[in-house]
């Protein structure tokens, strides 16, 4: 999303996640510290003299003003998702405007680009994910992304009666703002959960657990059969928080979550869920519910592994399908299960965590930002979502886009657990805005508790005063959530 995430990264690049980031979807990552802060761009707002660019006539088929000609400059993340989705957006874009358009598909987001925005010549539209991304916090803080209000104000490509925010999934908003402003796009919608081969588990006999201790007692029966119950992307430790902090919040509540996201003083200590979650993970390693080795792997090792059945279950989220496609079994029936059922639980069973990720941004000091936003307009069409998912098996926030498709069995059973969910989604803010903090600080804690060298009151006490340390940073730019 989303965050954030190794994820989408090859077998030598970390991508955090989530990020990413933020919808299936996509959110995370580990940015490289100091990314900006070479950056001279004086912070504040931006005038209109420092955005000014080619502009064209507003029209009802140029409904952003998007100069005929104007060349376009597109900086994709080519990760577990590719990079083609996007060149076939782009090829629209060319036919419709008759422009050039220039593309860079990169792992290295953040390196390449940091010093073009620092100079003042940006590209026009980015997709920010992978591990070494590009810090919005700050890029919003200086004035360098765009307003994509009018993109939201546009009329969709598909029904010109509707606004493209009327099309997308209204978490999507919610996610992508900055305070009051709108600037940041996550096109994907990513479903976090745990993972497994549907064929392994009726092959078995084994039925997805409902509960936490189902979960346990299952873990029991498969380290008998001989084979692992979990394994995870030791390298990486962060992409075990796709589950453990949705669980959190499905046991604890969201309010109880939001206190956790606001950086609010005892939110992780006071928390009861946070005890009986963090119990549940210790009391796994302390059975050796784990692949042996699994804290030495990354994610495409960890997802080899599943894939040639010595782990059963696996944290990620629901771009693994393609990410992991080279290495999956033709049968193995991918599928993911919703979050599990714990003691007393505020939200009940089936609550999932699925939000927006893979998030795009529009540079307002670019050559044509309006361009940018108009290349965002095409992506949000029904045809190029349905085109993502064919791609990239994956969901995009453009809601209902893949109805009536045939789906691939991952994105199928992701599809099946969001219908069910209902207005039970879970969408956590930690990792998108203090990335450092969750995959760094509260990564490594979380990679000793799982090694079985932390117990879970430890865990505890240290992931607070490491959230505690943030809070009282002032380098550092707060956000807060009321929802």
Same mark, same amino acid.
């Given at each position: ?7 989408? *990264? ?23 510290? #100091? ?15 420092? +955005?000014?660019?080619? #502009? #064209?006539?507003?029209? %009802? ?5 998007? %100069? ?10 080519? *990760? ?46 980015? @997709? ?14 200086? *004035? ?57 588990? @009726?092959?078995? *006999?084994? +039925? ?79 059975? !050796? ?19 040639? #059945? ?79 998912? +064919? ?12 109805? $009536?498709?045939?789906?691939?069995? $991952? ?34 804690? +979380? ?14 006490? !240290? ?21």
């Amino acid at each position: 999303m989303g965050s954030t995430s190794a994820r989408n *990264g090859d077998d030598g690049i970390g991508r955090r996640d989530l990020i990413k980031r933020s919808a299936a979807l996509g959110l995370i990552t580990v940015p490289t510290a #100091g990314f900006l802060s070479a950056c001279a761009t004086g912070g504040g707002g931006t005038s209109e003299k420092e +955005t000014k660019a080619p #502009g #064209g006539e507003k029209t %009802a088929k140029n409904p952003l003003g998007v %100069a005929k000609g104007a060349p376009l400059e597109a900086f994709i993340f080519k *990760g577990g998702l590719g990079d083609q989705y996007a060149k076939d957006a782009e090829a629209d874009y060319k036919a419709a405007y008759g422009a050039d358009v220039k593309h860079t598909g990169t792992q290295q987001v953040g390196p390449k680009l940091t010093p073009r925005f620092a100079g003042g010549n940006p590209p026009d539209v980015i @997709d920010n994910s992978g591990a070494d991304h590009l810090d919005m916090n700050k890029l919003s803080t200086q *004035g360098q992304l765009q307003d994509l209000s009018a993109l939201l104000d546009a009329p969709s490509l598909d029904d010109p009666a509707k606004k493209v925010r009327d099309t997308i999934h209204p978490s999507t908003i919610e996610k992508g703002r900055h305070g009051d402003t709108f600037d940041v796009l996550y096109y994907a919608f990513t479903i976090y959960g745990t993972w497994y081969s549907r064929k392994l588990l @009726d092959d078995k *006999g084994w +039925t997805y657990p409902r509960t936490l201790s189902e979960m346990v007692t299952l873990c029991g029966e498969i380290k008998k059969a001989g084979i692992a119950p979990w394994t995870y992307a030791g390298k990486y430790p962060y992409y075990v928080h796709f589950n453990l902090f949705a669980q959190i919040a499905k046991i604890g509540g969201m309010e109880k979550w939001i206190a956790i996201d606001n950086l609010e003083p005892n939110a992780w200590t006071s928390n009861d869920a946070v005890k009986e979650v963090i119990e549940h993970y210790e009391e796994l390693a302390a059975k !050796k519910y784990f692949l042996a080795g699994s804290q030495g792997l990354t994610h495409i090792q960890s997802q080899t592994a599943w894939n040639k #059945g010595k782990a059963v279950f696996i944290p990620n989220g629901s771009w693994v399908e393609n990410e992991a496609a080279p290495t999956t079994p033709k049968d193995f029936g991918m599928a993911v299960g919703p979050l599990f059922d714990g003691t007393g639980d505020t939200m009940p069973h089936g609550t999932l965590r699925g939000e927006p990720s893979e998030p795009y941004i529009v540079a307002a000091k670019g050559g044509n930002p309006a361009g940018g936003m108009e290349l965002l307009r095409i992506m949000l069409s029904r045809k190029h979502a349905q085109n993502f998912a +064919t791609k990239v098996k994956s969901l995009t926030c453009v809601m209902d886009a893949t109805a $009536g498709m045939t789906l691939s069995p $991952g994105l199928a059973s992701a599809s099946k657990v969001f219908k069910e969910a209902g207005d039970n989604l879970i969408s956590l803010q930690l990792q998108e805005w203090y990335p450092a903090l969750t995959d760094e600080k509260i990564g490594g804690l +979380t990679g000793q508790l799982l090694t079985g060298e932390l117990k879970a009151a430890e865990w505890i006490k !240290k992931t607070q005063a490491e959230c505690d340390k943030v809070a009282k940073d002032s380098s550092v730019t707060k956000f807060k959530r009321s929802a």
